[in-house]
T-cell receptor, first 115, second 118 residues
Framework: GAGVSQTPSNKVTEKGKYVELRCDPI?????LYWYRQSLGQGPEFLIY????????DSGLPNDRFFAVRPEGSVSTLKIQRTERGDSAMYLC?????????????FGAGSRLTVL | AQKITQTQPGMFVQEKEAVTLDCTYD???????LFWYKQPSSGEMIFLIY??????QNATEGRYSLNFQKARKSANLVISASQLGDSAMYFC???????????????FGKGTHLIIQP
């Protein structure tokens, strides 16, 4: 596609529920990144994929968070047993590869609200 | 220590004036990249400008320029002739090499909320 697409744009769920957030990167981009942005803060790194494999998952806050990219294109961020503190904007970005000068192109984000 | 520091939580600037948004960074790696992104109220992160650590010249992109002072570890964004549409959050970010090859994702600062007044 022309840009990075994220769905849903908004998700409201109850505490304890399971949530999946989807990211469709720019076609041909091999590197894909997930970030979490709380209100009034900068984006915080969660995980990045180079191809199908997670190259760095050091930003995932705990084992309730998991992400996959089985075919090296679309990625899904999965959150189990959601907590109110998980409420945030979840941003996905992609770049042609993981070399340093490549610009990350971001999607519009998925806003998660946990009641 | 914070890797990216943006000391101006908010700024008010008159339309058509130039504005400088401050950013300092912390890294021990000689190879890194510095980025500025704009985030309007719609929420999407928009890339503005990039500076590589080995670049000899300061980066420029239209009305945006980056005042890169390597010895001071400073990468300030300068917006010339500000416009009402420049009102947004602005984030400075850094990218460092990944231990396994390639580069890490971006590390962002807390941002500066810029408001352009008519």
């Amino acid at each position: 596609g022309a840009g990075v697409s994220q769905t849903p744009s908004n998700k409201v769920t109850e505490k304890g529920k399971y949530v999946e957030l989807r990211c469709d990167p720019i076609s041909g981009h091999t590197a894909l990144y997930w970030y979490r942005q709380s209100l009034g803060q900068g984006p915080e790194f969660l995980i990045y994929f180079q191809g199908t494999g997670a190259a760095d998952d050091s930003g995932l806050p705990n084992d309730r968070f998991f992400a996959v990219r089985p075919e090296g294109s679309v990625s899904t961020l999965k959150i189990q047993r959601t907590e109110r503190g998980d409420s945030a904007m979840y941003l996905c970005a992609s770049s042609p590869d993981s070399s340093g000068a490549n610009v990350l192109t971001f999607g519009a984000g998925s806003r998660l609200t946990v009641l | 220590a914070q890797k990216i520091t943006q000391t101006q939580p908010g700024m008010f600037v008159q339309e058509k004036e130039a504005v400088t948004l401050d950013c300092t960074y912390d890294t021990s790696d000689p190879s890194y990249g510095l980025f500025w992104y704009k985030q309007p109220s719609s929420g999407e992160m928009i890339f503005l400008i990039y500076q590589g650590s080995y670049d000899q010249q300061n980066a420029t992109e239209g009305r945006y320029s980056l005042n890169f002072q390597k010895a001071r570890k400073s990468a300030n964004l300068v917006i010339s002739a500000s416009q009402l549409g420049d009102s947004a959050m602005y984030f400075c970010a850094m990218r460092e090499p990944h231990s396994g090859g390639g580069a890490d994702g971006l590390t962002f600062g807390k941002g500066t909320h810029l408001i352009i007044q008519p």
